[in-house]
């Protein structure tokens, strides 16, 4: 019963913004800054409103029946001032500015953290912001409730689910306050047109990396005149302090030293590699991998059926792997 | 909105409902029993306990049964459990149960909305001014709670040492919007339509007003001169008539069972106007206050009333119902009268009526006088005198037994007007002279700013009526033989040894001034009924508004009001910038006067290049503004949040930015 009530609901929800061209314009994602302004902003009492409009009806007809106007005024009194919150409640939407959103990182099936940041001509007080959306419904997105305390900008936090890797547009998220009475629920939509790259599921308790046991340091390499292992022709392009002369001198070319390997391998992040696997997972091992060379600060070279990356090391060099990760096509399950 | 399960209170949200049920259970304090009001407190109290403990809430059976205890024990109390009395304890009960229980906003919201309910039943019971200003503060407190309920609970401040600086905001708002509110409520005081006959009534004397009541025994009139509040006010059209005349009759009793003094049932109406007067008249309106009995007051004696007041026999006026709210009327009275020349036969039977066995000796007294003294007169100055000679003036006498007139005549000799009057009827009669107790008032304060006489309760006075042949019947007052100064100064100033600390003489004084006030409260919104509210308009020519129009109007004034409330709102907060951007745009404009004006898509670091570029500024100067440029979008774009020391740095630095204009 209820839950028919409640597609009952969303239906003629998704009719009136069908309908209502104020409501289907802002459906559609906009570019910051967002200012919310009186043509945006919308007023419905709230389910305490009417209930207490109900009890002033009653006190109303109580102080008329008695004849007692002391009562009746106090009845008009705290009726015009239920009323009136109406206007402080707008006030706090009125003039609030969505300037800038910043997203950390997140991956396939944790949480992403948004700091959305506002600006504000006035303190506002009693905020509620959540996602809009399928995923509103459910008690883990629960309402964040804040403060704009200062003139000014401020930053919010706030939580998203990240369900899948790749784009994720940030979607609807409707704000709204019942400041000061909760009487009124004033709201409004921010919907800005950002979308986020969330990077694959971190496979947990992935096995070690392909290629890489023993003394997995990289050694620096020294400047030691002796402890090369070999010589080569001399390719253009090469540092004229490589050239060995002494050997050079009984060739009739140039010889350079060249200097001793690292003594691993280099680590190969190889897609091919993992035919056992079926697609997802290999994405979340390797993007595991890709993590735990990282950590170690091992160069990998990372190979995709499209691509190849690397080899090399260092956050550019991971965001970019991740991202090809992310971006991989999807595969059905 | 959905299914969310409802946030549990903070404890400092708890406080301020807490604190707003019990404003609301405390402005029912006066009128219910003591023992009611600590019952209401104690479990608040427990409630604010059990929430500072983190307890959980009260079990639903302990719940009910403190319900069904509280309801029985109402039961035993009250037996009529449909009064306003036992209404509004049951409330206050039900109220503070409800904190027992509240955890959830859900629950705090509820009992914030029954608090309303239960502060607007308070003003049923009192409709002073001072307690009207007491239940609007009530009304900051609920909104302020309200205000706390929708607070974030992470951003409120830590308790912090002031307590103003914690609990203020909520407060200022409450009183803020009672204030703005105002308007829009005085509106719908005017123009909502009184009701011309309630739909429903309590049962007459369920609510314990005090007032005279149409008996008298021992001690009845007692409690009333103990009681402050005013019974009614006169306003004179001429001058105020001597204090000695200032005798206001009410209910006259007749009738005595040895223990009790009644009207007489059989009382017919008089019959038309005789020519009572026998000098001149006095007009005057006097404005009642709700007293829920049915008779009016009038100085001895009325001859003239408006029209729904009936005149009984006795010359006492009655209405067909009680008044239960503040009643005006005029009246013209006779100052020297001659009341019912003739006494048919049945009159003269009921004024000589005495219970045969009931004050032996006041009756053998009566006897005696009548055969020492032949004239009418002579007995009523014989029983002046004996009062004169022995009796005393005391608002505490001792307790009376069952022959309370003998006991009082001839043991005690020690009581208040009441006794005086009852003894002095009991030896009329027992002399064979027709008499009867009159009850009412006497005297009153004249208050001069506000030109119009005060009359207390305290003011309560019982006199008697003796029949002279000569003369028909003729007022005695038997207290100003005891006490001339009961009637020259009134009740109070006799007493003035046997007074509590709160009835000194000069707190009297300020409060008789203080009246003025009452009565102007009174005047303008007590006594604001459907015949004011239908003359509204007199002064632009419109005799009569119906209800239709005042509805009409009601929506009308509304609607502007709110329409000019809609449009402040919507212009206060357009075309207001950020303090950064407002010093930006200023930093524009003082380079557009030297440079060029900034194109409408022009982003500030191309603008800033642009200026440098142009070399109108000097190499040093063009520095410095592509710095301030830089500041302005580091503060503006940079990823951390700029603080508001360096937003005001950036402020000043404009501000201090001068260029020599170009000649």
Known sequence: ??????????????????????????????????????????????????????MLLVMLIGALNYANNPALLLTCLLGAAAFQSVFAGFRTLDGLQLQSLQVGPGYAGGELRMALRFATLSPKRGLRLRMDGPSAANAANAPLAFDLGVVGESAIEIVLPAPRRGWLAIGRLRIWTAYPYGLFHVWSWLHPDQRVLIYPRIEPNAPPLPHAHGNTQARALRRDDDDFGALREYRSGDPRRRIAW???????????????????????????????????????????????????????????????????????????????????????? | MSGNPSPQLTRRQFDFVGAAVFAATLAHAPHLPFVVTLVVDAILALAMWRKHRNLPALAGPVKLALIAIFVLSLLIEYRNPFGREPGSALACAMLALKLLETRARRDALAAICFASFTLMSALLFDTSLVFTLTAFLGAILLLAALREIELPAITLPMQTNSLMATYGPSLRLGAMSLALAAPLALCGFLFIPRMQSPLWRTPDGADGRSGL??????????????????????????????????????????????????????????????????????????????????????????????????????????????????????????????LDANLSPQQRETALALPSDFNPRSQRLGTQWRHDLHDDDAIV??????????????????????????????????????????????????????????????????????????????????????????????????TAAVSPARVQLGAQAVASGERAWYRADWLLALRNQADLIDRGWNNLVVQFNTQRQQALLGPLGIERIDATTLIWLLIGTGCVLLAGATLWTMRAARQRALPIDIAYDALCRKLARIVAPRGVNEGPCDYAARVQASGALGAARAIEVRALFERYVSLRYARALASPAEIQSFVRSVQRLRFATRN
């Open chain 1, 1 to 54: 019963m209820r839950a028919a009530l409640v597609t009952a609901w969303t239906h003629l929800q998704r009719l009136a913004e069908q309908r209502l061209p104020a409501l289907t314009r802002l459906k559609r994602a906009e570019s910051l800054p967002i200012l919310l302004h009186r043509r945006r902003i919308y007023v419905v009492p709230s389910r305490f409103g009417l209930i207490y409009s109900a």
């Open chain 1, 246 to 333: 002494k050997a050079s001198a009984r060739r009739d070319h140039w010889l350079v030293k060249e200097f001793e390997a690292p003594r691993n391998p280099e680590i190969v992040l190889d897609w091919h590699c993992l035919d056992g696997l079926d697609p997802e997972a290999r994405i979340s091992r390797l993007s595991a991998w890709v993590e735990r060379a990282e950590g170690m600060q091992l160069p990998y070279r990372l190979t995709l059926p499209h691509t190849r990356l690397g080899p090399a090391l260092g956050s550019p060099h991971r965001h970019a792997c991740l991202r090809e990760l992310a971006l991989m096509p999807g595969y059905a399950p």
């Open chain 2, 213 to 338: 009541s149409d008996t008298m025994s021992p001690g009845s009139v007692q409690r009333l001169l103990l009681d402050d509040s005013a019974a009614f006010r006169v306003g004179f059209d001429g001058a105020l008539p001597p204090r000695s005349q200032l005798y206001w009759r009410g209910p006259v009793l007749t009738d005595f069972d040895g223990a009790t003094w009644r009207r007489h049932e059989s009382n017919l109406p008089a019959n038309a106007l005789d020519s009572f007067a026998t000098g001149d008249t006095v007009d005057y309106e006097i404005t009642l206050e709700a007293s829920d009995k049915p008779w009016l007051f009038a100085l001895d004696l009325p001859i003239q009333t408006s029209a729904d007041t009936r005149r009984d026999r006795d010359m006492s006026l009655t209405r067909r119902q009680s008044t239960t709210a503040p009643l005006r009327y005029r009246v013209r009275s006779a100052l020297r009268y001659r």
């Open chain 2, 381 to 478: 100055q014989a029983a002046l005198d004996l009062f004169h000679a022995s009796f005393y003036y005391t608002l505490s006498p001792p307790p009376l037994g069952r022959d309370s007139v003998d006991d009082f005549l001839f043991d005690t000799k020690r009581g208040f007007c009441e006794h005086y009057a009852a003894a002095f009827v009991v030896l009329m009669r027992a002399a064979g002279i027709p008499a009867r107790v009159v009850t009412g008032y006497q005297g009153g304060y004249f208050n001069r700013v506000g030109n119009y006489l005060l009359v207390r309760q305290s003011d309560a006075h019982a006199w008697a009526e003796v029949w002279l042949a000569a003369r028909g019947w003729t007022r005695v007052d038997p």
